[in-house]
């Protein structure tokens, strides 16, 4: 089955850092989502990437799909404490089902 | 218009009874997704229904997990003589029917947390 991993697994950055995340999937993949959960929440849906080499911006938080659409990042400039959570990428191989990958856990120190 | 809800928010359960999770989906949404989760890990896929109909189980355990999601009324996860190693967060979510080229957003519920004694 399809498999996607994630690094790191936990990131302590001091605030203001910059912040990534990596995700790489052992196939090629027909779109990938990111969600954030806070911690006790829920996941929360931030974007979807589908064509090869796209970027796309949410404020501070910079998405990109690989060229060869088997791997994406998401990074996070200028960190605040309001971006703690783990950030999870979802991989799909072109039907509903998604694959979540293993999730970076982010810690902001003020 | 109101999100994914799942009933209860916690349950406890002891080992040996039944749990039964509900999840109502967004208005207009016709696929459902389960997913558990345990401490400090990631979301685990279940099982994926549309109404009546069960999709995807390759995430579901062989015995005593079961899921459905009739014409009418909640989609239920289902999980029977319950073990302390099934306490865990179960999520629900739910998704509209495919649009175009597989634009799949998942909207989460607040997840039922289940502990067994």
């Known amino acids: 089955g399809q498999q996607v991993m994630q690094i790191p697994q936990y990131q302590h950055v001091q605030e203001g850092e910059d912040f990534t995340t990596y995700c790489n999937s052992s196939?090629?993949?027909?779109?990938i989502q990111w969600y954030k959960q806070r911690p006790g929440g829920h996941p929360v849906f931030l974007i979807q990437?589908?064509?090869?080499?796209e970027v796309k911006k949410q404020k501070r938080l910079t998405f990109q799909f690989g060229e060869a659409k088997k791997n994406s990042s998401l990074h996070i400039t200028a960190t605040q404490t309001t971006d703690v959570g783990t950030y999870f990428c979802?991989?799909?191989?072109?039907?509903?089902?998604?694959?979540f990958g293993t999730g970076t856990k982010l810690q902001v120190i003020p | 218009n109101a999100g994914v809800m799942q009933n209860p928010r916690h349950l406890v359960r002891r080992r040996g009874q039944e749990a039964r999770l509900r999840c109502s989906p967004m208005?207009?949404?016709?696929?459902v997704y389960w997913y558990r989760q345990l401490p400090e890990e990631g979301l685990k896929f279940m099982v994926y229904?549309?109404?009546?109909?069960?999709?995807?189980e390759s995430g579901m355990p062989k015995e005593r997990f079961s899921a459905e999601f009739p014409k009418e009324g909640p989609s239920i996860l289902r999980i029977q003589q319950v073990v302390r190693g099934d306490s865990a967060a179960y999520f629900c979510?739910?998704?509209?029917?495919?649009?175009?080229?597989?634009?799949?957003?998942?909207?989460f519920g607040p997840g039922t947390r289940l502990t067994v004694l």
């Open positions: 979510a739910s998704s509209p029917p495919l649009a175009g080229a597989d634009y799949n957003e998942q909207f």
């Open positions: 196939t090629t993949l027909s779109n």
């Open positions: 990437l589908v064509k090869s080499g």
């Open positions: 979802a991989a799909s191989g072109g039907y509903q089902k998604v694959t």
């Open positions: 208005k207009g949404h016709s696929h």
């Open positions: 229904l549309q109404k009546e109909n069960i999709i995807d």
